[in-house]
């Protein structure tokens, strides 16, 4: 891309290469000084991001809990299938 930056669903999985786990809403805020602009940088839109990388098993789902407004909140952590995904493709 022309800023430096790699594609936003890439950021989001590249966020949990470190082995963190960690739910939609904290992705959100730790992408957001870099993809602060962009229109898909939202709490739905990256929600949607994880499902999908976890139905795919590059994700892994470790937890849900209920969030402050009685939603459930779901934390995910990286598969060793997308450890492998990663290291293959996007790094």
Known sequence: MGNGLVPLHYA?????????ED???GVVE??????GGYKML???D???A???AKENGILDETR????????VVVY??????????VERYLM
């Open 76 to 85: 995910y952590r990286i598969s060793d299938f997308g450890k492998g995904m």
């Open 64 to 71: 849900c809990v209920l969030g402050e407004q009685g939603d």
């Open 46 to 48: 990256v929600e949607e």
């Open 12 to 20: 989001i999985i590249e966020h949990f290469v470190g082995g963190c």
């Open 50 to 52: 994880l499902a999908t």
């Open 42 to 44: 939202t709490l739905r």
């Open 30 to 35: 730790a992408l957001a000084p870099d993809y």
């Open 23 to 25: 739910c939609a809403a």
